[in-house]
T-cell receptor, first 116, second 113 residues
Framework: GQQLNQSPQSMFIQEGEDVSMNCTSS?????WLWYKQDPGEGPVLLIA?????ELTSNGRLTAQFGITRKDSFLNISASIPSDVGIYFC????????????????FGQGTILTVHP | NAGVTQTPKFRVLKTGQSMTLLCAQD?????MYWYRQDPGMGLRLIHY???????AKGEVPDGYNVSRLKKQNFLLGLESAAPSQTSVYFC????????????FGPGTRLLVL
């Protein structure tokens, strides 16, 4: 896989604040995925992005596919305690002339803590 | 419809012991994956399968073996456990080539002493 770098590594915020995080790569991606992992659970897909410049929302979450295709951003508005968890960006392995068979490479995650 | 289930939820092994982790999905998915999650490193792909009877290596396959004898099950084996294999293991499945979403199980926490 290829390395995805997420920033920041962790965030401690007050309930009601907005949150921004990003993911960067040295290589071009054709798809960006954002997952959330609740404590003690497996990751769940939040948003999928397929086109450079695309902006997609899912409730209070908004994600953007960067114009350069080497980055993506996730924003959470008006955070609530249940937003706590680890947020991962992910992208498909490079095709290298064939199919990637859905293999994903993940960033190291952003740990979000929300204080009531 | 249980989705993706993993057995066991937690296990403690001594160095050199062997064990098998079981993943089962009831969504008739073609593709299945095994990942390991370590602090600060995200999820890394160990092995994957694109159909019954097929398996392939992922990013970190050393020390693990897999089998997909039935479409709904994907087994991950550790023949001789090492402390470096202490991790949380996640199984995931996906419908097929045209379906984007991977569905993850709840994870198996493994401690190797």
């Amino acid at each position: 896989g290829q390395q995805l770098n997420q920033s920041p590594q962790s965030m401690f915020i007050q309930e009601g604040e907005d949150v921004s995080m990003n993911c960067t790569s040295s290589s071009i991606f054709n798809t960006w995925l954002w997952y959330k992992q609740d404590p003690g659970e497996g990751p769940v897909l939040l948003i999928a992005l397929y086109k450079a410049g695309e902006l997609t929302s899912n409730g209070r979450l908004t994600a953007q596919f960067g114009i350069t295709r080497k980055d993506s951003f996730l924003n959470i508005s008006a955070s609530i305690p249940s937003d706590v968890g680890i947020y991962f960006c992910a992208g498909p392995w490079p095709n290298a002339g064939g199919t990637s068979y859905g293999k994903l490479t993940f960033g190291q995650g952003t740990i979000l803590t929300v204080h009531p | 419809n249980a989705g993706v289930t993993q057995t066991p939820k937690f296990r403690v092994l001594k160095t050199g012991q062997s064990m098998t982790l079981l993943c089962a999905q009831d969504m008739n998915h073609e593709y299945m994956y095994w990942y390991r999650q370590d602090p600060g490193m995200g999820l890394r792909l160990i092995h994957y399968s694109v159909g019954e009877g097929t398996t392939a290596k992922g990013e970190v396959p050393d020390g693990y073996n897999v089998s997909r004898l039935k479409k709904q099950n994907f087994l991950l084996g550790l023949e001789s456990a090492a402390p470096s294999q202490t991790s949380v293991y996640f199984c995931a499945s996906r419908g097929g080539r045209t379906q984007e979403t991977q569905y993850f199980g709840p994870g198996t926490r493994l401690l190797v002493l």
